[in-house]
């Protein structure tokens, strides 16, 4: 490889940090109004009237716009429409933050004051605030007959007689509790309707679902919106159907003003509205044979909601398929149920749902190596996935499975059994402070899966000058992950040409196909795909250019960095480039990559889940202060099987942030609410990682090519965070010798 798998620069790294990147707060258009948000500020209600009059008359003020004012659907939804934009008189508020009216102003300040003269009625209502009270169904919050909204479930092999014939059986509930995604930047939109064109500017993790909500808010084709990502400061799934909503506010001001009109969340409202990763209660059951070989699992999963689906029922999917964790589980019976609180929606996070389940099975399997007198590396060694081994659903893995060796490579580098020997010493010299060991051991099912394999598909667009310089827009986006300098770097490995040569656009919905959501670590695999396409698309049309020129044969040719060598003589790309397009050469191609079938059968949740999977393996060493409660992780051992590694820097990045933002909803993360409001709306008092709290982080990673990857990769976006949770809860637990139930983890749960 040229490129590929190297360490590169960053290719928007300069502007980064230079602060010459454009976010979408630093647009700026002549006459731009400002937007502010009404909102409900009760948990549950109905809505009786709306007098904007006073609002109106606020020096400034351009447009106070209610329910009334919308032209199109009043309703958002990915799979439901259970979500209003404006809450209508005589319709239901469902949770603090449900918006009620929007207003538009020459100043931010006006905007306030005009936020504060909009009064309206509202007949409270009795709140339901947990998965418990849900359930129950004594009173509904948005569904006539049932808070149980959703349900999915798994049913392969014969579970009962598993625990007719097993040696050991573990029954455990776990619960574990929201996480804010803490992005840097909020969220934020700037819409620009010129009458003709609506044009929005923001910061998303996919253009095209706000393309399709502003289009049946403001009844327009979809050929009027065009929505242009920004450089994002962070998305982890907040950014995936969220900004549809912000952008949409902005939207409806600037189509009835006929004027730029920008949104920028407060970091309290953005907290407050905004999805958060489902609060968790799970009750699992799992068979064990003397030797630790797993027969059979039965779980039970409430995912809470909140007000709206929003994701959830595709969340849902993923939590399913997850439930048995990376393990050979013959006999399998899966219950997921997703349940409406008067709360604030919950939907995309890093771990799509899984580490909500990864956690309990990851502690049912340590607990049972305690119970059967094995080591917790050596039960998860026994039942760990290989090729010809089926996961939970029965998808039989025919390639690309690194799972026992990111087993055997942890226990290699991290030096387990002497590391072992050490921390029974310490614990023997110390009373107060105890150290304690923690594994994990996950899957995770890389693309949208089987429920939504009609969505995975992606468009890249490929496009070399005659000066040899390239241009690049993909249909995913970059939300800081990296993923414009690995398409870059693929474009790069495919034609040749140097990567300071090689331009990655902002995507923009006029230009690419509809290429789904920037999630489930699918974008170097689908968008990379579609460049690698589209740039072999044009390679070929050189090469055959070229052949017929210097009367050569293709394998004649041979193509280093930035170089072509034809007959003995070189020429560089940019001289290549000029004699292909002065002779009439096609150097812009488009590409694309489709999900391969995936067969599944929904009703039973049995088959193919998804197109491939990574494989991950963490240790982690914790010191707990038993007098305190306080938990300080010391060093974090981590390997991931990634199938082949584009950017290899960006790679070990996203390892080490996915590890720390994991550390943070196991220990430090924790939203608390009073009577379904949220009270931890900043960083003061929702305690986020700081780089103090960062510990020593040794990271590994497995290449299990994937013959369906570009150049053989899979993703690491996701599985990064996935294993520290339940990594450090096993530690904590082996620390004090008590299990750990519950994360996040507060001092007072230790004390």
């Not at 949104?263 to 630790?292: M, Q």
């Not at 994990?440 to 310089?469: C, K, M, R, W």
């Not at 914790?622 to 060093?635: A, F, I, P, Q, S």
Request: proline share 4%; glycine share 8%.
């Amino acid at each position: 490889m040229k490129v590929v798998g190297k360490i590169v620069k960053r290719i928007e790294g300069k502007e980064k940090a230079y602060g010459e990147a454009k976010y979408t707060p630093d647009i700026y258009f002549d006459r731009m109004l400002y937007a502010g948000v009404v909102y409900s500020n009760i948990s549950h209600g109905i809505l009786k009237s709306i007098d904007i009059s006073e609002a109106e008359k606020v020096p400034g003020i351009v447009k106070v716009a209610t329910y009334e004012d919308v032209p199109g659907t009043n309703k958002f939804g990915v799979l439901t429409k259970d979500m209003w934009f404006l809450i209508p008189v005589g319709e239901k508020i469902r949770f603090e933050h449900d918006a009620i009216a929007l207003i538009a102003g020459e100043t931010k300040e006006a905007v306030e004051e005009a936020i504060s003269k909009v009064k309206f009625e509202v007949e409270e209502l009795p709140a339901v605030l947990t998965i418990e009270e849900a359930i129950k169904d004594e009173i509904k919050v948005n569904n006539e007959e049932t808070n149980i909204a959703f349900h999915k479930k798994i049913r392969r092999g014969e579970v009962e007689n598993s625990f007719e014939i097993a040696d050991l059986i573990i029954e455990r509930e776990f619960r574990t509790d929201y996480q804010e995604q803490a992005y840097l930047e909020t969220q934020g939109a700037v819409a620009n309707f010129d009458g003709e064109i609506m044009r929005i500017y923001g910061s998303m993790q996919c253009p095209f679902y706000v393309q399709e909500d502003v289009s049946e808010i403001l009844d327009i084709p979809f050929n009027k919106v065009d929505v242009i990502q920004m450089e994002t400061g962070g998305g982890f799934g907040g950014k995936e159907d969220v900004p549809s909503y912000i952008a949409s506010k902005a939207a409806l001001l600037s189509y009835l003003t006929k004027r730029p009109v920008k949104i920028i969340y407060k970091r309290e409202d953005d907290i407050k509205e905004t999805s958060k990763r489902h609060p968790s209660k799970s009750k699992y059951k799992v068979a064990f044979k003397k030797d630790g070989t797993i027969i059979g699992l039965k779980s039970e999963t409430y995912l809470d909601m909140g007000a709206y689906s929003t994701l959830s029922p595709i969340v849902m999917y993923r939590t399913l398929t997850h439930s048995a964790g990376a393990y050979k589980v013959p006999n399998v019976y899966v219950d997921v149920y997703g349940v409406y609180t008067n709360k604030v929606p919950c939907g995309a996070f890093r771990g799509f749902g899984s580490p909500q389940v990864l956690f309990a099975i990851e502690s049912v399997m340590d607990e049972a190596a305690e119970k059967l007198g094995i080591d917790p590396w050596e039960i998860r060694y026994k039942n760990a996935l290989e090729v010809g081994g089926e996961t939970a659903t029965g998808h039989k893995l025919e390639f690309s499975v690194g799972a026992k060796k990111t087993l055997e490579n942890i226990k290699k580098l991290s030096n387990y059994e002497q590391l072992k020997k050490e921390v029974e010493e310490f614990n023997k010299n110390n009373n107060i402070k105890k150290r304690g060991l923690g594994w994990s051991h996950i899957i995770y099912g890389v693309s949208l899966g089987a429920g939504g394999q009609h969505l995975d598909a992606s468009n890249s667009e490929v496009h070399v000058f005659p000066d040899g310089t390239i241009n690049v827009m993909f249909g995913g986006t970059e939300i800081g992950q990296g993923s414009k300098t690995a398409i870059s770097m693929i474009v790069s490995e495919i034609l040749g040409q140097k990567l300071d040569k090689i331009n990655v656009l902002q995507t923009d919905t006029f230009i690419v196909q509809d290429s789904g959501p920037t999630v489930a670590s699918r974008t170097t695999v689908f968008s990379g795909n579609a460049a690698k396409d589209a740039a072999e698309k044009i390679k070929n049309n050189i090469i055959e250019f070229l052949c017929n020129k210097f009367k050569v044969k293709p394998e004649d040719i041979k193509i280093n960095l930035g170089v072509y060598k034809i007959n003995d003589k070189e020429y560089s790309f940019d001289e290549i480039a000029k004699m292909c397009n002065d002779s009439n050469v096609k150097l812009n191609e488009s590409g694309w990559y489709r999900s391969p079938k995936l067969h599944f059968d929904m009703e039973n949740g049995v088959g193919e889940a998804y197109v491939t999977y990574t494989y991950s393996t963490q240790l982690t060493l914790v010191e707990v202060d038993t007098l305190t409660g306080k938990v300080d992780v010391k060093k974090m051992w981590i390997s991931h099987d990634i199938g082949k590694a584009i950017n290899y820097d960006g790679v070990i990045g996203q390892i080490q942030g996915g590890a720390v933002q994991g550390m943070g909803h196991a220990i430090m993360e924790e939203i608390k609410q009073k009577n379904g409001k949220i009270i931890t709306d900043n960083f003061n008092n929702y305690i986020i990682p700081t780089i103090k709290d960062v510990p020593e982080i040794i990271p590994d990673v497995v290449e299990e090519e994937f013959p369906y990857g570009p150049f053989g990769a899979k993703g690491i976006g996701e599985p990064s965070l996935m294993t520290a949770p339940p990594s450090i809860a096993n530690a904590v637990s082996n620390a004090i010798k008590k299990r750990i139930i519950k994360i996040p983890i507060s001092m007072e749960d230790i004390i």
